[in-house]
């Protein structure tokens, strides 16, 4: 029941796409659900996040969908670019004890 | 600019010869965290600390531990390494009572295990 499920595994899109990348989790208890990216080498850091009192979060090119009900959330990256390759994390926590539950990762390539 | 730090960014060693990784803070946030990462891999927690709180995750072996002499600094120590401990080992930090749960991670040390 902490387990954030993430989908695909990688991804391939063309410069200027639509990246989507899908997380779904099962404890009604979370009430943060961040997304990280992580350049190689580098630690991940904080891209943009949502809390389930709403549907949707944007920031920029970056867009959180959330459908609580489905116990679903999404990160769609518009008009990609080669400089957001990189691999994102969805992730979940609780307040109550502020652990990230991963999920297992997306490696996203841009091609120019 | 407030980050955090993490020495060496790079650290070789022998098979079952001592090593400390080291994270230092200016953020001065109360919560602090190790985490270990393998390629391709999200990060797996091994312990974290609220204030000077220790927690260690069940799943974390016996050969590593922390100390956390204040705020600002926190170190991990394993104390035998395997092969199996070749990784990334990121710090990051935390504030409670605060609404984002935004963890701030530091560069990481690469670890290589000879």
């Known amino acids: 029941q902490q387990q954030v499920k993430q989908s695909p595994q990688s991804l391939i899109v063309q410069k200027g796409g639509i990246s989507i990348i899908n997380c779904a989790y099962e404890?009604?208890?979370?009430?943060?659900f961040p997304w990280y990216q992580q350049f190689p080498g580098k630690g991940p850091a904080l891209l943009i996040a949502?809390?389930?009192d709403v549907s949707e979060k944007k920031e920029g090119r970056f867009t959180i969908s959330f459908n609580k009900s489905a116990k679903q959330f999404s990160l769609h990256i518009m008009d990609s670019q080669p400089g957001d390759s990189a691999t994102y994390f969805c992730?979940?926590?609780?307040?109550?004890?502020?652990?990230?539950?991963w999920g297992a990762g997306t490696k996203l390539i841009i091609k120019p | 600019d407030a980050m955090v730090i993490q020495n060496p960014r790079y650290q070789v060693t022998q098979f079952g010869k001592p090593v400390t990784l080291s994270c230092s803070q200016t953020?001065?946030?109360?919560?602090m965290y190790w985490y270990q990462q393998k390629s391709s891999q999200a990060p797996k927690l091994l312990f974290h600390?609220?204030?000077?709180?220790?927690?260690n995750e069940a799943d974390t072996p016996d050969n590593f531990q922390s100390r956390r002499p204040n705020t600002s600094f926190c170190f991990l120590d394993i104390r035998s390494p395997g092969l199996g401990d070749a990784a990334m080992y990121l710090c990051?930090?935390?504030?409670?009572?605060?609404?984002?749960?935004?963890?701030?991670f530091g560069p990481g040390t690469r670890l290589t295990v000879l």
């Open positions: 949502i809390r389930p």
């Open positions: 404890n009604t208890a979370f009430d943060y």
């Open positions: 990051a930090t935390g504030l409670t009572g605060v609404k984002s749960n935004e963890q701030f």
């Open positions: 953020l001065n946030h109360n919560v």
């Open positions: 600390y609220y204030d000077k709180d220790f927690n």
């Open positions: 992730a979940a926590v609780m307040d109550s004890n502020y652990q990230l539950i």
